[in-house]
Structures are given as C-alpha cells and as structure tokens.
C-alpha cells in the first residue's frame, strides 16, 4: 500500500516562509513523479509544482520564483520550500502522486498566512 504523509505546515506572516514535507512509502520512489497541490478554503485542489522522477520541475504562475520543490530519493521524500508567503497562499497543501491509474494523496498539512 502507498503512503504518503505531509507535515510542516504552520502559522506564518506575510513575507515568511516554510519547508513542507512529504514522506512516501510503499513505492519505488526514484521511478515516481510527485506533486504538491493547494486548497484554498471552499476552493477545489490546484497543482502548485510537481517533480518527474528525473528531477524536472514545473510551477503554477503564482508560486513561480517564491516556491521550489525537490525530492530525496535516498530518503523517499519530496519537499516544497515556500517563500515570500501572501495571505493567498494560505490552505491545506497536499503530496500527490499517480500509482497503477490512482491518484495517491496524503492527508494534507495546513498553512495559514496571516499577520
């Protein structure tokens, strides 16, 4: 069975930053894209970055050049670094992946911006 489990989430002001986490098991890791998405409150799940397995990255136009993600593939984990964070940014954020024709998720963890 495929885990995955987000943390790192947490209170911030507007400017700061945060590392999120996303550890994943019960896969071969290195062969898997991975991906973070966003919910905003009373909003539907949007694709922020995702990650190929060869390392490549893409990003939604509103996190370009604020967020960055990378992946572990010794430790199985993928990261999202989150900077200069806007109120707007604030919501659940999720760890995705596509495993035998499923959409994988985590539970999610929780970023709040405000001041």
């Known amino acids: 069975q495929v885990y995955l489990v987000e943390s790192g989430g947490g209170l911030v002001q507007p400017g700061g930053s945060l590392r999120l986490s996303c550890a994943a098991s019960?896969?071969?890791?290195?062969?898997?894209?991975m991906a973070w998405y966003h919910q905003a409150p009373e909003k539907q799940r949007e694709l922020v970055a995702n990650i190929s397995s060869n390392g490549a990255a893409n990003y939604a136009e509103s996190v370009k050049g604020r967020f960055t993600i990378s992946r572990d593939n010794v430790w199985n984990r993928v990261y999202l670094q989150m900077n200069s964070l806007k109120p707007e940014d604030t919501g659940v954020y999720f760890c995705?992946?596509?495993?035998?024709?499923?959409?994988?998720w985590g539970q999610g963890t929780q970023v709040t911006v405000s001041s």
């Open positions: 995705g992946t596509r495993y035998r024709a499923r959409d994988i």
């Open positions: 019960g896969l071969n890791f290195r062969l898997f894209a």
